[in-house]
């Protein structure tokens, strides 16, 4: 069941704070090479480049980003070079044609490494730039989201033929499963379809707490973080203090620890520093705008789903009903739907008695209203 939650809410490039974050992190220097250069008026040449790319599905972050040079973000996007899961530079082919040797003296180096631990490369991104730029296998069973196709085949896989069986080609975005794999084609079967790319750019609004990245000081950050606290609360206080944690972080090498001892305001002890960090990279494109969840649910979301992007493809779901559940109700929903068990009346008693504390609201009612968010959910997520 949760494979079929991989719907895309990332196309494109990375948002101008992650760019930066990523400049950040690796001071400039480009992750592979090591080179800083900069041009005659200081303009540094460095690129922000994902790693599980945006077109495939791969998130803003800066765990799925290096800092490269222009040279080897070409290596990279173009199946030269990849990472292993602890981030060691490996190179295509050897013994490779002449020309090519550039690449080979960084074979088996740790890439630069990022100033901020908790935010360098993660496994599950390099897994997925390895198959697709052919360091690594595809199997039949794998998981792929394929991007940007508008016919029955699109040719993106490691230099092969990707077919789609059963798209449209109203198709924008599919999850697929891998069914065979050749020489020179991939087939895949078609899971998801999502016929129109949700525009998440326009009218994105600029915070008003937007620290200049040249004189970043912990003053100025301690006044924001006050000032947010004082006018505003839920999700949009967690967000403008995570972007902020998050920029101080990666500018500074700082743990959250360090920015919650640093900045000492009542509330944003390490844990809540952390929280924060996770709304703003659960929301690059601040898509919490318009929906009524609290945050108290997306807490919920967060301890649930570990990993950032389950959690904001659950949200998806709840988000896309018109229903609202409360915190506990929307744990007991997803639980059920973790649990793989079939989603009945029954089992939805069952696990609304498991996970919901008896109130004044009767326990038919929670369920009729989750049976109502899990038909618009299937309704909404799932190939016609
Ligand atoms: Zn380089």
Not at 46 to 70: F, K, V
Request: hydrophobic share 30%.
């Amino acid at each position: 069941m949760a494979a079929d939650w991989t719907v895309q809410h990332h196309t494109g490039e990375f948002s101008s704070d992650t760019k930066q974050n990523l400049r950040n992190l690796y001071s400039g220097h480009c992750a592979v090479c090591g080179q800083k250069r900069e041009s005659p008026f200081g303009h540094l040449e460095a690129e922000a480049a994902h790693i599980h790319p945006a077109q495939h599905g791969g998130p803003d972050t800066e765990a799925n980003g290096l800092l490269l040079c222009r040279q080897c973000h070409w290596g990279f996007d173009s199946g030269w070079l990849s990472l292993t899961d602890d981030a060691r530079i490996i190179v295509s082919n050897d013994d490779a044609a002449d020309g090519y040797e550039y690449f080979q003296q960084f074979s088996n180096d740790p890439i630069e490494p990022p100033r901020v631990n908790d935010l360098e490369p993660l496994p599950r991104f390099t897994q997925i730039h390895r198959k697709l730029s052919g360091f690594d296998p595809i199997n039949t069973g794998d998981q792929l989201t394929i991007g940007g196709l508008r016919s029955g085949k699109v040719r993106l896989i490691d230099g092969r033929q990707v077919i789609v069986e059963g798209s449209t080609d109203k198709a924008l975005v599919v999850n697929c499963e891998v069914t065979s794999v050749g020489s020179q084609t991939v087939r895949c079967s078609h899971q998801t379809t999502l016929e129109q790319r949700v525009e998440t750019d326009s009218g994105r609004t600029e915070s008003p707490f937007k620290l200049d990245p040249v004189d970043y000081s912990f003053d100025k950050l301690e006044e924001y973080v006050r000032e947010i606290k004082r006018d505003y609360s839920g999700v949009v206080q967690k967000w403008e203090w995570g972007r902020l944690f998050r920029n101080g972080r990666t500018k500074y090498g700082l743990s959250h620890k360090d920015i919650a001892d640093t900045i000492n305001v009542e509330g944003a002890s390490e844990l809540q520093v952390q929280r924060a960090e996770r709304v703003y990279e659960m929301f690059p494109d601040r898509g919490y705008e318009g929906n009524e969840i609290p945050f108290s649910a997306i807490a919920e979301l967060q301890r649930i789903f570990p990993n950032t992007e389950d959690a904001r493809a659950a949200y998806d779901c709840i988000a896309a009903t018109d229903i609202s559940l409360t915190t506990m109700e929307t744990r007991a929903w997803v639980e059920l739907l973790l649990s793989e068990s079939e989603v009945t009346r029954e089992t939805v008693r069952d696990s609304v008695e498991e996970y919901v504390p008896k109130s004044n609201v009767g326990l038919s009612e929670r369920v009729s209203r989750i049976l109502a968010v899990h038909n618009e959910y299937l309704s909404t997520f799932t190939p016609s």
